[in-house]
């Protein structure tokens, strides 16, 4: 299955539940917007397939010598030669080839692309519910090992630092722990529930040195992850029910946060 095939599939999936984390309003909306890219996201899909799908390359890139500029004859011309594929160039392709190396490198990432129980980008398709609310789901993940009854689940993030408090910052924020609990409810929904379990956040530097870090999610994050992910989902059924999808709120109150309050011993608090 490609991605366009994943992509047309039915099923909820983490790009999706992610926007009810601003709103339903949000949702509703993000539901039918175009699809947004960046310069970042080409260099993650890119490193992606280089790393867990290198036998995908040709039929997903080609590597054009020239300036990326729409306005220009000659990658127009380079873009309808491509046919669908991604357009990148020399450099981006040495980029992208750099940093998958030096993943590949990891030696426990090493150790799980070659055991027997590896599924690399594999689609999942489950369903979660009641009779009456249930929901078919799918997701993709980076990469899983299913060892018996132990699951690793490994999540793959191209960053600018593998620096640990500004990965965390980032992680908790961009909702990539929801991701995590979506992606090992997938595994316990196909696999079955596990024993044990193991979460890893894989962070690579998209740029030179390439730096390559695991972050191994702890309990108490996974937990949390589960009980937002169950929020959200019980959030959309009362949305779904209702017919009502509102924004943020009409009206909040502004509060100081304590570390700007604490700047101020006058005010006795």
Known sequence: MDDSQYRAAD???????????????????????PRKDSAAWMMGRL???LTFEPFTFDERYMVWEGRKDKRTK??????????????????????????????????????????PGCKAEEPLFWNEGTSIHKYAMKAKPDLAVIDGNHHVLVDLKTFTTTDAHTVTRAAFAGGWHLQTA?????????????????????????????DVTLFRWDEMSLELAEIERDRLLRLLRKCETEQVWPGRGLEQTITPPAWLVSQYPEMGV
């Open 11 to 33: 099923g909820l999936n983490y790009s999706t539940i992610k926007h009810l984390r601003k709103s339903p309003l949000h949702y509703q909306h993000e539901l039918h917007a």
């Open 47 to 49: 490193i992606h397939t």
């Open 74 to 115: 000659a990658y127009k011309e380079a873009l309808e030669t491509a046919a669908g594929r991604e357009v990148i160039t020399p450099a981006e392709h040495e980029q992208g080839l750099a940093a998958a190396s030096a993943i590949i490198a990891h030696p426990t990432v090493a150790g799980w692309l070659e055991h």
């Open 182 to 210: 979506h992606y090992l409810a997938g595994l316990a929904g196909v696999y079955g529930e596990p024993n044990t379990r193991e979460a890893y956040l894989l962070i690579a530097e998209q740029n030179a040195p390439h």
